[in-house]
């Protein structure tokens, strides 16, 4: 039986980053723990803005029981930030070839955030390279209802306009110069994260320092000017392999309990655990997930 070490214990602890080119593209990768024939290597796929960084807890804590991989997606990290666009279609892409070029065999996923919903993507869309998706407060769109629709069709009209003016040059440069001061970083966090002790130094620094990369910016506004893509209940419709969700409950930016009753109406074939967290649980409880995510693995159908 392995020893299950706490995350904090890791959470000093370098990563060895390697580089693999992918669309003449540097993308960074961690790679952590040793293949087993029986147990799907596990893929952790960070938020926005986050980094493999963002899992170290996660790596560490599972490399005894797994071969485990983390992944900066293209524009974050210290993968390549070219001037392209941004958005599902190309990360799903990513993701895929990273499976089939480098890991090699059908992987289960774990991501965060956007994430997840990157995750989502490959699985619903490239069902052969994916034993399972763990989906930790995944974002992405449900498809609304036409009374949803009409209710919020005043404020979506007010939302479009203020994207619209924020996305001029001049206005998104200074929302992202906004965004990226270490104060602003420290605030946001405090506000999704539940335990502010999981705030440190090191944490700040690892989302800090991407963002002065060139081409952060660019980065920056191309995804939220990205149109939006397939719908949850549209790649859910696609999707054959089983799904674990873990869902931080104090998270501000979703309602975990709502986003729960939509995802058991469209799918079946999932489990699911409400945590004390905010929106990042895998880096607030890491022993929890880590054992969450260990268990439903090594339970996976063969």
């Not at 130094?201 to 397939?230: C, T, W, Y």
């Not at 939509?262 to 999932?270: M, P």
């Amino acid at each position: 039986m392995s020893v299950v070490l706490s995350g904090d214990k890791f959470s000093n602890r370098p990563l060895t980053n390697t580089t693999w080119f992918w669309r003449d593209q540097a993308v960074n990768y961690v790679k952590a723990g040793n293949g087993q024939a029986n147990r799907p290597p596990l893929l952790l796929i960070h938020g926005f803005g986050a980094s493999t960084d963002h899992w170290r807890k996660n790596i560490w804590g599972l490399e005894a029981d797994f071969e485990v991989w983390a992944i900066d997606m293209l524009g974050f990290g210290r993968s390549a930030k070219p001037d392209w666009e941004y958005g599902g279609a190309l990360w799903q892409a990513q993701i895929n070839d990273f499976i089939t070029e480098v890991i090699g065999r059908p992987t289960v996923l774990a991501g965060n955030s956007l994430g997840g919903y990157a995750s989502l993507c490959v699985a619903a869309n490239h069902p052969e390279s994916v034993a399972g998706v763990v989906l930790l407060n995944s974002a992405g769109p449900f498809e609304e209802t036409q009374d949803q629709a009409q209710e919020g069709s005043f404020r979506s009209t007010v939302t479009r306009a203020l994207q619209t003016f924020m996305l001029q040059p001049l206005p998104s440069w200074m929302l992202f110069q906004y965004v990226r001061q270490r104060s602003t970083i420290r605030r946001t966090l405090e506000q999704v994260y539940m335990d502010k002790s999981a705030i440190t130094e090191q944490l700040i620094d690892d989302i800090e320092r991407p963002a002065n990369d060139p081409g952060a910016a660019q980065v920056f506004v191309s995804v939220f000017k990205a149109p939006r893509g397939e719908t949850i209940n549209s790649l859910l419709a696609k999707m054959t392999c089983p799904i674990l969700l873990l869902w931080g409950e104090g998270d501000p930016w979703m309602n975990s309990r709502v986003r729960s009753v939509q995802f058991r109406q469209h799918y079946s074939n999932l489990k699911e655990h409400f945590l004390h967290a905010g929106h990042c649980p895998h880096d607030e409880v890491p022993d929890q997930v880590n054992a969450l995510i260990r268990d439903w693995v090594l339970n996976l159908p063969g």
